[in-house]
């Protein structure tokens, strides 16, 4: 079994449309993560969250909104996409105490 | 605020040819400090960690680093690399109260001729 899965893995979108990315994680991690991923290959993280809870939110354009259900999933919807979107996002969980991330294979998103 | 330098953009090897990627980082206090390495088209993997102890550690696929204190740095070595070891790596630091929040490294791509 896939320890970080997202779906979709690919996604391609017009600008002004709305879309969302899921992530689940069935490491039994308390916490998970977004990263942003440019063509620069430059990984920046989006957001965190520890159990259901937002700890961390970087300067990242409230067109994004984050939603974890619970402690194993934490999807992302991205409002009025725009082309700067184009990217991939990794999501990744953590145990708290180590600090180790461990990625999905990412969500290559195209916004023409 | 916390960064993470890695000093080479791109490094060209051919095979059974040492490597050593350069890592810096600015930060004063107790740091965790991370290798992953991303194969074409791939997500990214853990290739090495420390947390404490030995400075030297070693890691998967025959790549060790050494953690130098006074120095900021973590550099990443292999003896003789392999075209197979042809992918990005990234270092990547997490320090403070942000448990998780890895900051990371631009990357080097490493290049492996046969």
């Known amino acids: 079994d896939t320890a970080v899965s997202q779906t979709p893995k690919y996604l391609v979108t017009q600008m002004g449309n709305d879309k969302s990315i899921k992530c689940e994680q069935n490491l039994g991690h308390d916490t998970m993560y977004w990263y942003k991923q440019d063509s620069k290959k430059f990984l920046k993280i989006m957001f965190s969250?520890?159990?259901?809870?937002?700890?961390i939110n970087e300067t990242v354009p409230n067109r994004f909104s984050p939603k974890s259900p619970d402690k194993a999933h934490l999807n992302l919807h991205i409002n009025s996409l725009e082309l700067g979107d184009s990217a991939v996002y990794f999501c990744?969980?953590?145990?708290?105490?180590?600090?180790?991330?461990?990625f999905g294979e990412g969500s290559r998103l195209t916004v023409l | 605020a916390q960064s993470v330098s890695q000093h080479n953009h791109h490094v060209i090897l051919s095979e059974a040819a040492s490597l050593e990627l350069g890592c810096n980082y600015s930060?004063?206090?107790?740091?965790?400090l991370f290798w992953y390495v991303q194969y074409p088209g791939q997500h990214l993997q853990l290739l090495l960690k420390?947390?404490?102890?030995?400075?030297l550690v070693k890691g998967i696929k025959g790549f060790e680093a050494e953690f130098i204190k006074s120095k900021f740095s973590f550099n990443l070595r292999k003896p003789s690399v392999q075209w197979s070891d042809t992918a990005e790596y990234f270092c990547?630091?997490?320090?403070?109260?942000?448990?998780?929040?890895?900051?990371f490294g631009k990357g080097t791509k490493l290049s492996v001729k046969p």
């Open positions: 930060y004063g206090g107790t740091v965790n």
């Open positions: 420390y947390f404490s102890g030995d400075p």
């Open positions: 990744a969980s953590s145990r708290a105490v180590t600090g180790e991330l461990f």
């Open positions: 969250y520890n159990n259901k809870e937002l700890i």
């Open positions: 990547a630091v997490n320090a403070g109260r942000s448990q998780g929040n890895l900051i």
